[in-house]
């Protein structure tokens, strides 16, 4: 899901503008996965700019209120959902939470850092969603620490269908500002891309693991 059509949009345009997001069919980069892609993603570059890391903390936070109702508190994961997290805590006045990829291997062995309550609700934040592991992993963290996850909500997501799947059988549901689609739309209309780059950018889409193989 996404929070709407128009919001998207301007989202996309935004992630554009400052090459927080590149697409770039005929130069692909490689992934730790050995996936070739067409597209670049750094959504923490939005946080150098105030705003738009304005209208993407308010979006956040409209989104959190319309999806899943006011939460106890916001969990970001780490990394990079951890400043976007603390701005959207901060938008809503609610504790803020994060959640580490694995336990600290010294001190408390933390997981989860910050201050919480078994049974509090908890909507969860990322930047970006690929597959969706990292993002179930922190969910999962959550549960076992006894929070009642009431689901996530990301910046950007690809759309890979391994993501939707995952996210179903977790039940958990997600929603995002802007996704690759809508990307592909916008860079389109503002010239980013020519017509004949968007079959190239939709078959990647549709099998990124054999893509320019």
Known sequence: MILN?????????????????KLQPQSPVTWASGWKSPIYC?????????????????????????YFGKPD??????TGGIAQGALVAQELGLPFIYVRSESKGHGMGN????????GQKVVV?????????????????????????????????????VADDAFRKEQCPYVTLTNYDI????????????????DSLREWKSDPQNWKK
Not at 56 to 65: D, F, K, N, P, T
Not at 133 to 149: P, T, W
């Open 5 to 21: 059509n128009d919001k998207a949009l301007k989202v996309a345009e935004f992630l554009l503008q400052i090459k927080a997001v």
């Open 42 to 66: 750094d959504n923490r570059i939005s946080l150098s700019y105030p705003k738009i890391r304005t209208f993407i903390r308010q979006a956040y936070a409209e989104a959190v209120l319309e």
């Open 73 to 78: 508190v916001i969990a970001g994961v780490a």
């Open 111 to 118: 997981q989860l850092e910050g201050y919480y309550e078994a």
């Open 125 to 161: 934040i990322e930047d970006l969603i690929s597959t969706g592991g990292s993002s179930l992993k922190a969910i999962h963290a959550l549960r076992e620490a006894q929070l009642d996850v009431r689901g996530l909500i990301a910046i950007f997501t690809y759309g890979f269908q």
């Open 183 to 198: 990307l592909i739309e916008s860079a389109l209309k503002k010239s980013y891309i020519t017509e004949g780059d968007v």
